[in-house]
C-alpha cells in the first residue's frame, strides 16, 4: 500500500472517530430532562422539563414542570407549573396530592394562569409551591401518582414506563447531590 493511501485511511479513521461520542447513553437523556442556569450567589437553578402523567380511564394528560434553586443547603421551595389537558375547563382547583410509595405532598394553594382551548382539549395551566425538602424525598421511588381534586370529584394522573425512567434519571443527576 503507497504511503498516500494509508494517509487517506488513518485521516478518515480520525474524523468519523471525532464524530462518535463518548458519552453514556443516560448522560445525553438527563440533558434532555432538565436544565441548569447559574444564578450568582443564589447558586444553580434547575428548571426539569414537562413530566407527561396519563388518566387511563378518558385519555386525559397532565404536564408538569418544576423549578428551584440550590446551593449548599436547602432553603428554597419548588414552583411547580401544571397543564391540565381536558375537555373540561378547570377554573379552580381545591387540592393535588403528589405521591409514590414513600411520600404524599399536598398542596392546597394554586394560581390559574390561563385556559385556553387546544383542538379538543382544553389546556388549564395552574402554578403552586411545594417544598423543595419534600420534593427531593418523592424521588427515592418512581411510579408517581397525582390526584388533582376540585370541589365535586377528582382525577387520578399516573405516571408511565417513559415518566418513571425519567424520574429514576432525574435522581441520579439532580437529587443525589442535594
Known amino acids: 500500500m503507497s504511503n498516500s493511501k494509508i494517509l487517506i485511511i488513518v485521516s478518515m479513521l480520525i474524523f468519523f472517530s471525532g464524530c462518535i ?6 448522560a445525553k437523556s438527563a440533558k434532555k430532562l432538565f436544565e441548569t442556569f447559574y444564578v450568582g450567589e443564589e447558586g444553580t437553578q434547575y428548571f426539569i422539563k414537562p413530566l407527561v402523567f396519563s388518566n387511563n380511564q378518558n385519555k386525559e394528560k397532565m404536564l408538569i414542570d418544576f423549578t428551584f434553586r440550590y446551593k449548599t ?20 382547583i381545591d387540592s393535588l396530592s403528589l405521591s409514590n410509595s414513600a411520600n404524599t405532598i399536598i398542596s392546597q394553594d394554586f394560581n390559574l394562569l390561563f ?29 408517581w401518582t397525582i390526584n388533582v381534586y376540585q370541589p365535586n370529584f377528582s382525577i387520578t394522573y399516573v405516571s408511565g414506563n417513559k415518566t418513571n425512567k425519567a424520574i429514576k434519571t432525574l435522581q441520579e443527576n439532580i437529587f443525589i447531590i442535594l
Open 21 to 26: 461520542s463518548l458519552k453514556p447513553g443516560g
Open 73 to 92: 443547603e436547602i432553603k428554597d421551595s419548588v414552583t411547580v407549573n401544571f397543564s391540565l389537558l381536558s375537555p373540561n375547563i378547570f377554573k379552580k
Open 115 to 143: 385556559n385556553k382551548k387546544e383542538k379538543k382539549f382544553f389546556n388549564s395551566r395552574f402554578s403552586a409551591k411545594i417544598s423543595l425538602i419534600e420534593f427531593k424525598d418523592m424521588f427515592t421511588k418512581d411510579d
